[in-house]
Nanobody, 123 residues
Framework: VQLQASGGGLVQTGGSLRLSCAASGRTFSRYAVGWFRQAPGKEREFVAA????????VYQDSVKGRFTISRDNTQNTVYLQMNSLKPEDTAVYYC?????????????????WGQGTQVTVSS
């Protein structure tokens, strides 16, 4: 599986962005996909994940109610809709795929990673 993340950019506080993670592979619908982020000088952290089963989503507490993860298996794409963005959301965002199909919140459980996309939220 190859992953391509896109959709990052510069936005003001309170603004919105939608990230996309496009995947290759015929069995993508069976994979869980997670979003992680890494800010300068900080460790990578979990943001959200979606399992292959309908309704299986997990969020980091700080993004609950603001971010929504979804998937369109017909397009082999997972989305991260980010609303009410804050400066502390500034980071490089990465998507990752897990062949077990379970939306883990640990990066070590993911098999494939895409390149990052920069999200910058200005105050």
């Amino acid at each position: 599986v190859q992953l391509q993340a896109s959709g990052g950019g510069l936005v003001q506080t309170g603004g919105s962005l939608r990230l996309s993670c496009a995947a290759s592979g015929r069995t993508f619908s069976r994979y869980a996909v997670g979003w992680f982020r890494q800010a300068p000088g900080k460790e990578r952290e979990f943001v959200a994940a979606i399992g292959w089963r309908v309704g299986g989503t997990v969020y980091q507490d700080s993004v609950k109610g603001r971010f929504t993860i979804s998937r369109d298996n017909t397009q082999n794409t997972v989305y991260l809709q980010m609303n009410s963005l804050k400066p502390e959301d500034t980071a490089v965002y990465y998507c990752a795929a897990d062949s077990a199909g379970i939306p883990y919140n640990s990066g070590s459980r993911y098999d494939y990673w895409g390149q990052g996309t920069q999200v910058t939220v200005s105050s």
